[in-house]
């Protein structure tokens, strides 16, 4: 009686549960008519399934409406005041050539482009003139006051007569040489060197005279702080070379002999300062000791009194939209480069390299 | 195994057809698997963001499958500044150059921040607090050299058929790179 | 000059600098990667711009690069696939062994489910073969090849045992599976060909690069990982809510492979049977299987109008299929912008044309208008691009609603067709192959050695016909 085993019990158990829960076999003699109208009826359903995913995924896929809640945002730091900006763009040179690097402006008042395949000479209205092509991309260029070219690239100088003749070629001073900036003065040549953080001087014939700018505590020099290949040398009319600093956000003032004079500028997003963490990025002189400064990042060209007090904006970010996004530009090579140069000619108009857009702005006073 | 049912009536007719579609499937099934393998005789493939392509949009750390994302920002030192005041690592505007939270950029406090001589300082992710938000690439590529980058950590990565964040991702860049070079390092910063 | 190779600016790591980052594992090993970095620090040096000299003579620390998983551990899969199948096979048709396919289940879901996060599997696989067959560049992994060849392979032998105990998916469902009701024979008609359909739409949303559906959309996979979408975690919870009551809901009425396998299964070498010998048609098995697979022997009336009607029937249904193809494949243009819109690049394309003239923004931009960027930098060829692959989804959206319609036609002709059964036995492309029904037949107990004559011995001193019927 009580020998009938389990799984016989549990046989008869889940039968009786079947009955209980009227699981009848399964019948596949149903109407057709049903199976149409459920058919009909599934597959509107999908379709409503599959267009209501499809938009669910189509919000998914591009977030129309959604901004990045931990977006690194400078916008509400860097406005400028409207009164402030004194300069505007008269008109723009395009296509100055991809990879330029720095400007120069010559004793007739042509402009030197140094870019990837070498100097590119542009009469101020935009139309070329003439190319000096260097054996390597030209990153900095410095024009004489006899209309003689310094092309530097990345490790030597290269020299060419007014003619445009290659007159010659300097040897590389140091492995490390990364040149970045060069100024011509009557006291021979400068050369920015952000490789080995120091500026060059030499005299005309290629000699090196003097390394400025190095650390020395006797002379109480800091040494220069570059991050990146930015180092920028331009010399005054007071025969004082400006040296960029960019590690510290200021410019040094140095004398040909490489004596520290001062230095000044601070680090701040704010307009009067240099904004982020290796700027200024050029400079040039003006008039009665007033100093024209280019920054990146947040990209803005500015010009400093005598005093080293800010005096007026030439151009903000929303002039240089690009530039102002580096890293952003797909057809770089290179995601960091960014940044501006600049040069003043005889009658005060400004010329601002974009090394994005590849164009130069010519920025004129407001009427 | 159990012999297959058949039908009494006629069962040559229905096996043959059976069979043949079995054949039939069968080599399709041979054909279809020769032509795809034939093509992927090629590497095995994992995911990994372009560091030049990569536009830091902020997806990468909410789009992951995973709860917390496989993608972190790393850092290629030799490219780094050392600078002190780095705007990776440093808010915008900061009140002062040290490690105080007020000043500090990332939202998990993942980069340390260590003296290395003056004026040189050294920053290291930690990656067990980096949610690959990317916004000290973005500080660091806007004003400094670009050396924090973000990448697929293939520690974490479950390598998915099809990366969530790869179609959301606004640089388009992400891409399948052979297994065995899994990683996209930068090595230069300023090119050219 | 510089090498091409730096041209980019960019190396793939991986190899050898991740086991320089860990350098004590073997000494030989890391010297030889120290000298390659040497040479390459040495080349690299002359277009990397120099990092600060330390005067404390500071090292530069390396970028460290963990490895992934290795990838013999993807054999490692392919052969527990592999395993996990013949032991299923072994199971289903020598053992006939439920407990055995329970194990199986465990084992599979804790592995692949649970260890493996439901990746790679099978049901995901389609994708990767539909964009390896439409997208030449795509390689397809070794493993992911496998995972989609295997089950459905053995399916043409074995019917689906790759769904009774391998499938993570399947196993899951199957466990959680209480009280199974049953499903009206229409609503389960009319449902099983919806993995038909969503078969169609994984395949051309996979193979026009536009997004991986039967990914997205898995239910169970964000079970798997703990993690997921707050949508499919709650689709997941839902259905394995349902699957206590309708058997392996996901399985029968939406797996895209379980479509593939059911295709395979129907033309399948050896089936599922109840009964290991003989039916003795004694409809113990009857309510034995939760998922509708079990049809009872069915005699078809040879009366020659019914006849006439049915074979009148049949020829309209057959005579129907290809307007049938040709309409959906009408309608399914219409789906063709839908399905455009879930590729990121077409969706990037429309909003970049619409924009074409709007100057770029300046500030902080949101993902989106990042992506309106980078499309921007190479308009013209992005817009090309898009349209090219636009076409390619018309194309396919077209194709989609054909196979709709074939779908749906076979479907009704499948259900004018009069199969002769004579015993109890699942429909092979059905049946999950779960043995369920096994031990509900008398002949299989017998065959396990069930003590003779029970059927005598009364239950509770009542006779035990009547219980029986």
Redesign the interface.
Known sequence: MRAVPAICQLRIASRAFGKTFSMRGPNTQFSRRRFLQSGFCGASLCVLGVSTAGSKAVGAGTPASQSNPLVYNVDQMTGIDPTLIQYEQVRAIPGVGAGSRRLAIGPEGRLYVAGRKGIRILETTGNPVGELPTSEPARCVAVAADGGVYAGTRTHIEVFSSKGEAVAKWEQPSPKTWLSGLSFSSSGLFAADSGNRVILRYDLEGKLVRKIGQKDPQRNIPGLIVPSPYLDVKVGADGLLRVNDPGRHRVDVFTAEGDLELSWGKPSLSIDGFCGCCNPVGLAPLPSGRWLTCEKGVPRVKIYSAEHALECVVAGPDLFVQNGRPGQVSDQPDGTLGGLDAVVDSKGVIYVLDLVAGDVRVMERKA | MSPPSSNPNNPSRRQFLKDGARIAAAAGLGGLMGSIAMRSSAMNTVWQIDPQKCVRCGNCATHCVLEQSAVKCVHAYAICGYCQLCTGYFEPEPNDLNTGAENCLCPTAAIKRTFVEDPYFEYTIDERLCIGCAKCVEGCNRFGNGSLFLQVRHDRCVNCNECAISKVCAGDAFRRVPANAPYLLKTTSHGL | ??PDA??????????P?NRAARPRFNPTLSLSVLILLLISTVA??Q??????D???G?K??????????A?IY?YVDVAVLAACIAISVFLI??KRSRAGLVGLSLFSLAYFGFYR?G??CAI??V???AL??FE?G????????AFF?LP??VS??FGRSFCAGVCPHGALQDLVLL????VP???E???S??PF?YLG?GVLL?GTGS???I???DPFVPVF?L??RA?MVIAGVALLALGMFVGRPYCRFLCPYGALLK??A????????VT?DNCTQC??C????PF?????P?EVQTTPSVLRQDRRRLAFLIALLPVLVLGCAWVGDF?SG??A??N?TV??AD?LAAEKET??????????D??L??AR??ADEFLRNAEAIRKRITTGSRIFGGW?GLV?GL??VG??VHR?R????PTPGDCLACARCF??CPSE?VRRG??NG?AS?????SPLEP??K
């Open positions: 000059m510089r730096n041209e980019s600016g960019l190396t793939a790591a991986g190899g600098e690299l040096a277009q990397r711009f120099p990092p600060p330390f005067e404390s500071h530069l620390p390396l970028t460290t690069t963990p490895a992934g998983r990838f993807e048709y020598r996060k990746c790679v995901g696989s994708q990767n073969i390896a067959l030449p795509y390689a397809v992994p070794v493993s992911v090849l060849i459905l392979a043409l032998f009280k199974p009701i049953k024979a229409w609503l008609q009319a449902l060909t919806l359909i739409a996979a997004a991986f559906l990914c997205q959309y990982r993690s997921g949508l295709a395979g129907m033309v399948s070498r050896w089936r599922v049977t290991p409809r113990l009857e309510t034995s299987c509708g697979a079990l049809r009872e069915e789906f839908a399905a819109a879930l990121p969706s990037l909003r100057p770029a923004k300046s500030g902080a931009l949101s993902p989106d990042l992506a960027d980078r930098q190479n709709v749906i479907k009704l259900l004018s002769r004579k015993d109890y036995e031990e509900f107990l069930f003590p029970f011995q009364p239950l509770d001193g219980a029986l």
